[in-house]
């Protein structure tokens, strides 16, 4: 099994920046791809972004130019720099993860409990 814990998440106001920081343990053989989505209240879950381990790198159209992804593999932590933060922004973030337990198992998703970013003046 894999835990994710999110943490990063607060109060911003419009224009402003956080870093969101994502760092898994447990049983971890190998990290495929890490990611952050987010869920605004009455709306799916979307993607943000995503990166993989090569360093192939996913965002969402509405955060390219304004979010960045990174992961430092040796702490098997992801993190996402987001800045000029918008009203459409808040939503709770979440970490998710492709990882396999064991070089035999195949890879498995995981996800966080979440993150809240707030974004109001």
Same mark, same amino acid.
């Given at each position: ?7 990063? @998440?607060?109060?911003? %106001?419009?224009? $402003?920046?956080? !870093?969101?920081?994502? *760092? ?6 190998? +990290?495929?791809?890490? @990611?952050?989505?987010? %869920?605004?209240? $009455?709306?799916? !879950?979307?993607?943000? *972004? ?6 192939? +790198? ?12 990174? !992961? ?50």
């Amino acid at each position: 099994q894999v835990q994710l814990v999110e943490s990063g @998440g607060e109060l911003v %106001q419009p224009g $402003g920046s956080l !870093r969101l920081s994502c *760092a898994a343990s447990g049983s971890i053989f190998s +990290i495929a791809v890490m @990611g952050w989505y987010r %869920q605004a209240p $009455g709306k799916q !879950r979307e993607l943000v *972004a995503t990166i993989a381990n090569e360093g192939t +790198i996913n965002y969402a159209d509405s955060v390219k130019g304004r979010f960045t992804i990174s !992961r430092d593999n040796a702490k098997n932590t992801a993190y996402l720099q987001m800045n000029s933060l918008k009203p459409e922004d808040p939503a709770v973030y979440y970490c998710n993860v492709l990882a396999k337990s064991t070089s035999w198992t195949l890879p498995s998703n995981y996800w966080g409990q979440g993150t809240q970013v707030t974004v109001s003046p």
